[in-house]
């Protein structure tokens, strides 16, 4: 298994998976998540609309998973990071549970190859070492790491980019 980190347009990927950065109402929004519902087209709004009725949308730290649509990969699996609001073990325990149960249910679907984005470190405003941080420690401690083929951790700027190649170097 690898950990890549790259500074991309995740919706590229020709993955199995990508990770969205989505809200509670699954309805699509602005960054990363705006553009997945975007590029997808409305087969992805279509199953995130059948999962908001069945279950109300997704609770922060949760996950779901749904087709991907007209995106090269096969499947878009949609996390809801946490609102920073000043330092709170809770928040970093939602923002571990983000990459936690992503992972669980790319296992769970026999996913090899998955891509994340910097979860709540946009308008969420998580601050991003931490969040790197968070990230890195989740997914090198998740159970089934071995099952992955190919992590990637693709960083929207620079400074991402930077945070996450400096903590690889450090083995964090």
Known sequence: MIIEVIKTDITEFE??????????????????DGAIHRKGGK??????ITIRNRQGGCKVGE????????LP????IHTVGPVWNGE????NTLLANCYQNSLEIAFNYNIETIAFPNISTGIYHFPK?????IAL????NFKNIESF???????FDEENLTIYNNLIKQNI
Request: charged share 20%; hydrophobic share 45%; glycine share 8%.
């Open 15 to 32: 993955l199995d998976a990508i990770v969205n950065a989505a809200n509670t109402s699954l309805l699509g929004g602005g960054g990363v």
């Open 43 to 48: 087969k992805i709004l279509e199953e995130c």
């Open 63 to 70: 996950a779901v998973i749904t087709t991907a649509g007209n």
């Open 73 to 76: 990969c096969k499947f878009v």
């Open 88 to 91: 709170n073990p809770k928040t």
């Open 129 to 133: 070492l931490k969040a790197a941080e």
């Open 137 to 140: 420690k989740t997914i090198k």
């Open 149 to 155: 083929k190919r992590i990637i951790l693709v960083c």
